[in-house]
């Protein structure tokens, strides 16, 4: 990745705000800060395909399996800003089953792009769709916005949820009740 542009963007930025990037703290500043967006933002340069690197196995499994708590760092796509939770990931195979890894790089590199939480349940969902081909597939995400939390309104304590059932997990209440039931968060 490395581009060199982007270090002078981010010394643009902070000059623009009023700061001098030759003072002792700042003075590789927007070199960190190109390399962190370059990091933050690294799911861009990455493809399904790769990801997954033919890790999909046979399997006459066809209950539902589901991974918990796959936690997930984005950036909002409207101010830049940080946004972070968990994503609950069900699917039911089809004569096939993804290696359990891979559904946690899936939601990474779908996160490691600007964002709105709401496309990225949806990618995750159709990504994983694509690669298992399964009857269903559901994705559920918590996570708190800093740009609620900073600036605007500033609610510490706002969380937003949002959704995605394909397939099986849109045409069945009872699919959909199991596995909304199965992601609960249990007591410690």
Known sequence: MMNPDLDHHFEQIITGLGEDTRRGGLE??????????????????????ELVNGAMFESDNDE?????????????????????????VGYIPDGRVIGLSKIARIVDMYARRLQIQENLAREVAEAI??????RGVAVQ??????????????KQNAEMSSSVMLGTFRESVSARNEFLQLIRRRPA
Do not use: N, W
Not at 64 to 88: K, N, T, W
């Open 28 to 49: 590789k500043t927007p070199y960190r800060a190109a390399r962190a967006m370059e990091y933050l933002t690294q799911g861009y340069h990455q493809s399904l395909d």
């Open 141 to 154: 995400m918590d996570a708190q916005h800093m740009c609620m939390m900073m600036r605007g309104v500033s």
């Open 64 to 88: 539902m399996v589901i991974v918990r708590d796959v936690e997930f760092y984005s950036l909002c796509e409207h101010h830049v800003l940080p946004f972070f939770g968990h994503a609950q």
């Open 129 to 134: 769709q694509h690669v298992t081909q399964a």
